[in-house]
């Protein structure tokens, strides 16, 4: 095998791999999003005021750098390129990024990640039908059934899927991704500049209060 091949391959490898983990690591965020009567039963058993204020920024940053990590990677896939080399459930997992994009902005800079405030639930609602959509697009899209197994057991839903709906299936995965890269794209766009409008809210209103 050329150099160029063993690089390529190591390369589409490293990318698969980057997209399963962030589909883990959804899971992950909305699982410690959600347990916080677990969180408040350890919490009873810290003593100290400062461990206490600890736990509790632990609880939440946790949470939100998983999402982070998430809404980095599925923004890095999104390219028409990216999504040309690897099996990406389109449009599943660019729609969940989106979903998570959108949590991630009410978690950081509207309150979200506080429980109790309406933001917080908004927020947990996204990120569970982000993870859905990304379960849905990982189970039947990215990883059906292989054609070994089509081949003994012919399927046309199983064959419709693999040939349609995994962005790297030639041709019509490759024409579903790039249209789903032109609707998708410009809203994730739409999503950061809403995060960074609220982040520069947050600033002036802090130099207003010094």
């Avoid at 160029?4 to 909305?30: F, M, P, V, Y």
């Avoid at 405030?117 to 959509?133: C, G, H, K, R, S």
Wanted: with cysteine; aromatic share 12%; hydrophobic share 55%.
């Amino acid at each position: 095998m050329a150099p160029h091949d063993i690089a390529k391959a190591l390369e589409i490898w490293t990318l698969q791999t980057l997209l399963n983990l962030s589909i883990i690591l959804g899971l992950l965020s909305l699982g410690l999003a959600i347990v916080q009567p677990y969180y408040q039963s350890l919490r009873k058993h810290l003593t100290l005021r400062v461990s206490i204020e600890l736990w509790d920024v632990f609880t939440i940053l946790v949470a939100d750098i998983f999402l982070v990590l998430v809404v980095v990677v599925g923004f890095f896939i999104l390219n028409p390129d990216i999504m040309a080399d690897i099996k990406v459930a389109v449009p599943f997992v660019p729609v969940a990024t989106i979903l998570f994009a959108i949590a991630l902005v009410l978690r950081l800079f509207h309150g979200g990640h506080r429980v109790g405030e309406p933001q917080f639930l908004t927020a947990t609602y996204l990120m569970l039908t982000a993870n859905l959509v990304n379960i849905i697009g990982f189970s039947f899209v990215m990883e059906a059934p292989g054609g070994e197994y089509l081949a003994h057991h012919p399927s046309a839903f199983w064959t419709f899927v693999k040939t349609h709906l995994r962005s790297n299936a030639d041709p019509h995965g490759l024409e579903l991704a790039q249209i789903t890269f032109y609707i998708c794209f410009p809203i994730l766009m739409a999503v950061f500049l809403w995060g960074f409008a609220s982040a520069l809210s947050h600033l002036k209103k802090t130099e207003v209060v010094k």
